[in-house]
C-alpha cells in the first residue's frame, strides 16, 4: 500500500492508496496551529495540532484506528509544488531531494515549507519508509522556451525568473484519465481557489497561465491573477512588500471583489456586486484560454477541473459561451484526483 501525503499551509491530507490504485482509505487535518479537526470518512474530531509534526502525528492515528497503520505501508508519496528548473519529474527523497526543495522555498514561500515539513515528519515517524515527491511544476517543464521565458535582461533570467505553471498534477491526473477520450488539443482548466489554464498537446503540457509563482493567470478564489507591474510596484510603495504579498495573495481575486471567495456563495447571493464578480472570472479565463488556444494552433475540446470546474455548471457554461466562436468544442468534466497521481508517480518509482 502507498500512502499519498498532501501538505498545506494549515492542513494535510493523506489517502491510502493498493497497487492497483483504489483508494483504501482517505483523512485530513486542517486548522494547524490551533484547534485542528481531524476527519476519517465520516468521522470528525477535534484535537491541538501546533505544528505539522502534530498534525501528521494525529492524522496517521487515525488512520491507524480506521485499520490502516504505518507499518503496513511499503512507500509514501509527496505533493511538492515548486521543483524549480532541476526537478522536473517525480524523485526518491534523499538529502540531495530535499536540499533542492529548499532551495525552491523562495519561489513557492506559502507551500515548500508545508511540504518539506510533512516529508521531515514522516521521515521522523518512520525512517525506513521510501518516499517519493512529486511536483506541480514538473507537467510544464518541458514547455518550449517562447512559452516560459519573460523579456527580462539576461542576469535575472539566470537567476531562474521564468514561467514555471502549477497545478501539474492536476492536469497529469486529467490526462490519465481521459484515456482515448483524449484530443490532440486540449485547452484544460483547473478552477478552484487557485484557477490555472492549460495548453495540452498530446497529452503533453504546451503552455500555461500561471508563471513565476501561483499568482499569474485568471483571477482566482483571494489571488489577483495578471495585473501591471506599476500597480504592484505602487502598492509595495505605499505598504511594504510584505503587505503587497498578503494583498495579492489572500485579499484580491474574487474575494476583492465580492468579499467572499465562496462561488456557491456568490451564485447563491446573486446581487451585483457577486454577479459581477462571476462575469469577471468567467471573461477572464475564457480570454485566458483564447490566448493559449494560439499556442495549440486551434482546440479539439475543453476540460473542466477543480471544484469550481466540477461543480458550477454557471461558471462553465459562462466561459464556454465566450468560447463559442472556435466551433463549440466538446466539453468534459473531469473530477481532480491529485492523490491518485502521487500514488501513481510513487508505484512507478518504487516499483
Known amino acids: ?13 493523506a489517502e491510502v492508496f493498493d497497487a492497483d490504485l483504489a483508494s483504501l482509505a482517505s483523512g485530513m487535518v486542517d486548522g494547524i496551529g490551533g484547534r485542528a479537526r481531524l476527519r476519517i470518512g465520516e468521522t470528525l474530531d477535534e484535537s491541538y495540532a501546533p505544528d505539522h509534526d502534530s498534525a501528521l502525528e494525529v492524522l496517521l492515528d487515525g488512520l491507524s484506528g480506521a ?38 522555498v523562495p519561489l513557492a514561500p506559502l507551500h515548500n515549507p508545508a511540504n518539506l515539513a510533512a516529508i521531515r515528519a514522516l521521515a521522523a515517524a ?47 491526473s486529467l490526462v490519465e484519465s481521459m484515456g482515448d477520450r483524449l484530443p490532440e488539443r486540449l485547452i484544460a482548466f483547473h478552477l478552484g481557489g487557485g484557477s490555472s489554464i492549460a495548453a495540452i498537446r498530446e497529452g503533453r503540457s504546451v503552455a500555461t497561465t500561471m508563471g513565476y ?48 471567495a465562496d462561488m456557491r456563495e456568490l451564485e447563491a447571493r446573486g446581487d451585483p456586486a457577486a454577479e459581477f464578480a462571476i462575469e469577471h472570472f468567467a471573461y477572464w479565463c475564457a480570454r485566458h484560454a483564447g490566448s493559449l488556444t494560439v499556442a495549440l494552433g486551434g482546440v479539439d475540446a475543453l476540460a473542466f477541473t477543480g471544484g469550481i470546474g466540477e461543480n458550477s455548471a454557471r461558471v462553465r457554461d459562462a466561459i464556454v459561451g465566450r468560447m463559442a466562436f472556435l466551433g463549440e468544442p466538446p466539453v468534459h468534466v473531469v473530477p481532480a484526483d491529485e492523490e491518485r497521481q502521487i500514488a501513481r508517480d510513487a508505484l512507478r518509482l518504487l516499483g
Open 1 to 13: 500500500m502507498i500512502l499519498v501525503v498532501n501538505a498545506g499551509s494549515t492542513s494535510i491530507k
Open 126 to 172: 518512520a525512517p525506513d519508509l521510501p518516499q517519493t515527491a512529486s511536483f506541480d511544476t514538473a507537467f510544464h517543464a518541458d514547455n518550449d522556451d517562447l512559452a516560459t521565458t519573460y523579456a527580462l535582461p539576461e542576469s535575472l533570467r539566470r537567476e531562474g525568473m521564468r514561467r514555471y505553471g502549477f497545478h501539474g498534477l492536476s492536469y497529469a
Open 213 to 260: 509563482s501561483p499568482l499569474s493567470g485568471p483571477p482566482m478564489g483571494t489571488r489577483s491573477g495578471d495585473i501591471d507591474a506599476a500597480i504592484v510596484l505602487e502598492i509595495a510603495g505605499r505598504r511594504g512588500v510584505e503587505d503587497t504579498l498578503r494583498f495579492l495573495n489572500r485579499d484580491s481575486g474574487i474575494r476583492g471583489l465580492a468579499g467572499t
Open 67 to 104: 485499520g490502516f497503520p504505518l507499518g503496513v505501508m511499503s512507500g509514501a508519496g509527496h505533493r511538492v509544488v515548486h521543483g524549480g528548473a532541476r526537478l522536473t519529474r517525480p524523485v526518491r527523497v534523499t538529502d540531495e531531494t530535499i536540499a533542492e526543495i529548499e532551495a525552491c
